[in-house]
């Protein structure tokens, strides 16, 4: 199972209350989110920035408006996947560690330091 935490602002977004997070998953398959501004002179939100708790390896997301927010898991899924294969990463590794890590579970960010 792939877990995402979830900041407060983008868990509420979302109109989601996520549980607390599964300390017993893999970090390799655990990522927190945060959506923010790109620019300070925006009034809204418009990027959603994964962060992978074992490697701190980024995955950016742009143009992601609140409209957008309802196909976040395919967003995700998709982004991981593409930036993965960008690096220059095999196939066949990216696709089984997207297998590997299943379906996404939303929880609830305990760490700071990953979203910062």
């Avoid at 992601?64 to 590794?93: F, G, P, S």
């Amino acid at each position: 199972m792939m877990q995402i935490a979830l900041t407060g602002k983008l868990a509420k977004a979302l109109g989601m209350k996520p549980p607390a997070t599964n300390e017993n998953i893999n970090p390799l398959f655990t990522w927190t989110a945060n959506w923010t501004k790109v620019w300070a002179n925006r009034r809204t939100e418009d990027l959603l920035v994964l962060v992978n708790n074992a490697t701190r390896f980024t995955v950016a997301i742009y143009q992601v408006k609140r409209k957008d927010l309802n196909k976040i898991e395919e967003k995700v899924q998709h982004a991981i996947r593409n930036t993965l294969l960008e690096y220059n990463l095999n196939l066949e590794m990216v696709d089984e560690y997207l297998r590997l890590a299943g379906e996404i579970e939303y929880t609830k960010n305990s760490s700071r330091h990953a979203s910062a």
